[in-house]
Every structure is written in structure tokens, then in C-alpha cells.
């Protein structure tokens, strides 16, 4: 099982980036996908997760209307699109795969599987 997480980088306050999570070596038709973040000091924090199979989508209410998750099943890769950077932002973005129902995604424990992180960094 392999989950890898890229496009990281520095950007402004404003800016944008599209983070990219490559899954493979399971099934996913039964699995969510899920992007969470740690900032230096801070506890692992849930941003948002999509099922692979009917695409349901929840997010955190700090991410909402700015950041976007989405997945191309060609490519086995979800997709992570952020808008209007802030510098809480500043952290960094681990994907993970799990098998919870809705109302756990949100929980680390709800996932099985993670990739090794992507550093993000928005300057002011």
C-alpha cells in the first residue's frame, strides 16, 4: 500500500497550490481518501476527505469554500486545490486511506494507511 503525497511548496498569502496524493496497492472502490495537516507544535488536524466510490466529500470549516478535494480514478490521485493561502495554513499535509464510515473521517484514527507529508509554507 503506497500513498504519496506531493506539491508542497512556498507560496504567498493569497496564493494558491494543488497538492496530489498517487494511491495504490489497494482497493479503493472502498476506501476515503483524506488530507490532513500538522503545524510545527500542533496536533495532526482534519482538512477533508472524499469517498473514492459515489464521491462524497466532508471538510473542515476552516477549509470551506477555499480549499477543494477532488480525484481522477484514470490516475489513481486525489487532488487537493487550495485557494486564498493563509499563513495558518503553514503546515504539513499528510494524505491517509480508511475505511470509516462518514461521521469518523474527520478522526486520524478513522485511517488505515498515510503517505509521508508535504510541506507547505505560506508567507505573509
Known amino acids: 500500500v503506497q500513498l504519496q503525497a506531493s506539491g508542497g511548496g512556498l507560496v504567498q498569502t493569497g496564493g494558491s497550490l494543488r497538492l496530489s496524493c498517487v494511491v495504490s496497492g489497494f482497493n479503493t472502490d472502498y476506501y476515503a481518501i483524506g488530507w490532513f495537516r500538522q503545524a510545527p507544535g500542533k496536533e495532526r488536524e482534519f482538512v477533508t476527505t472524499?469517498?473514492?466510490?459515489?464521491?462524497?466529500?466532508v471538510a473542515a470549516d476552516s477549509v470551506k469554500g477555499r480549499f477543494t478535494i477532488s480525484k481522477d480514478s484514470a490516475k489513481n490521485t486525489v487532488y487537493l486545490q487550495m485557494n486564498s493561502l493563509k499563513p495558518e495554513d503553514t503546515a504539513v499535509y499528510y494524505c491517509?486511506?480508511?475505511?470509516?464510515?462518514?461521521?469518523?473521517?474527520?478522526?486520524?484514527?478513522?485511517?488505515?494507511?498515510w503517505g509521508q507529508g508535504t510541506l507547505v509554507t505560506v508567507s505573509n
Open positions: 491517509a486511506a480508511g475505511r470509516g464510515i462518514i461521521s469518523t473521517w474527520p478522526q486520524p484514527s478513522a485511517y488505515n494507511y
Open positions: 472524499i469517498r473514492w466510490s459515489g464521491g462524497n466529500t
